[in-house]
């Protein structure tokens, strides 16, 4: 009924049904039809029309006052949410871990906005869940899957998880050759990863670690230095070691064995559509993720 409430509106402004029917681009025959249904929806009549006269009914001018401030309001709202549908530029609220963000993911951040100068990128960063539709973020990357069924999400990636210690304390302690040769080692570990559970991809062996832990903390960046120090090995996600790995300063141990892969994803509110930047930063994250969770 909304339809032919706003139809019957830009009858009123057009005051001509031809006029009416080129604007919305139905017939005439169509736009007819439907003014008399409302008409009998309404048991009234709501325009005088003949071939040479246009001219409401009390009952017209009444319902013309009623909804046409609605209708008109209800046309600018639709017209602007389409618009930022289809709009590159602008803002672009966005809510991301603070370690990953700063660490293995901030050449993609900078990327991004260098490649995407009209988009005003929003990033607030925080290793707690910040509710995204009381933030009114537009998109969230989030590590693991989301419980919460308000919430659409989709895969960008896994990070593996990867046992290291640093060259200075191999020298100094000797390197690892068994997993059995793990308790006679300094370990570093996270106070939410008590035990270790392990896959090996070449030999398809599973096995599950339960570590006895000279160290302790509940912040992966302390964790990486306290390793690069080499104060002990340690499990981190590839995210968090790759460039010491690859510029020597710390090693992986036991390879192939690998911890739980952490999974990223990028998280919205299910009741609405992403817009164009939104979805545009989610491919960047997928390609970023991709291209770089390799040694």
Same mark, same amino acid.
């Given at each position: 009924?909304? %339809? ?8 009123? &402004?057009?005051?001509?049904?031809? =006029?009416? #029917? ?5 017939? #005439?025959?169509?736009?007819?039809? &439907? ?7 309404? #048991?009234?009549?709501?325009? +005088? ?5 246009? $001219? ?22 639709? +017209? ?61 990357? &989030?590590?693991?899957?989301?419980? @919460? ?9 896994? *990070? ?13 302690? =000797? ?19 008590? $035990? ?5 991809? *070449? ?10 832990? @000279? ?13 690069? %120090? ?27 064995? &690998? ?7 990028? *998280? ?7 817009? *164009? ?19």
């Amino acid at each position: 009924m909304l %339809d032919d409430i706003a139809m019957f509106v830009h009858i009123v &402004r057009c005051r001509s049904f031809a =006029g009416t #029917a080129k604007k919305l681009n139905i017939p #005439a025959a169509t736009l007819t039809r &439907r003014l008399q249904k409302l008409e009998q929806t309404l #048991a009234c009549r709501l325009i +005088h029309r003949s071939a040479r006269q246009f $001219v409401l009914t009390q009952e017209g001018e009444t319902y013309y006052q009623a909804y046409a401030g609605l209708i008109e309001q209800f046309e600018v709202t639709k +017209h602007n949410l389409s618009t930022q549908q289809t709009d590159m530029s602008g803002k672009l609220k966005v809510l991301a871990p603070t370690n990953i963000s700063i660490g293995f993911l901030q050449p993609m951040w900078a990327g991004f906005i260098k490649d995407y100068p009209n988009i005003q990128l929003e990033l607030l960063l925080n290793n707690q869940l910040e509710d995204l539709v009381l933030s009114q973020a537009d998109l969230a990357l &989030r590590i693991g899957p989301q419980t @919460d069924s308000s919430l659409y999400q989709q895969g960008l990636g896994a *990070v593996p998880t990867l046992m290291v210690a640093s060259s200075d304390y191999i020298q100094r302690y =000797g390197e690892p050759q068994f997993l059995e040769d793990m308790s006679s080692h300094q370990l570093i570990g996270h106070s939410n990863t008590l $035990v270790w559970y392990l896959s090996n991809d *070449v030999f398809g062996k599973e096995e599950t670690l339960y570590p006895k832990f @000279d160290t302790l903390t509940n912040d992966i960046s302390l964790m990486t230095q306290f390793v690069c %120090d080499g104060l002990g090995i340690a499990l981190l996600p590839m995210s968090q070691v790759k460039t010491q790995i690859n510029n020597g300063q710390l090693q992986q141990i036991l390879s192939p064995w &690998r911890g739980q892969a952490r999974e990223l994803y990028a *998280v919205w509110p299910s009741g609405r559509l992403l817009n *164009v930047k939104a979805k545009c930063l989610r491919e960047y994250m997928k390609g970023f993720i991709d291209q770089n969770l390799r040694l």
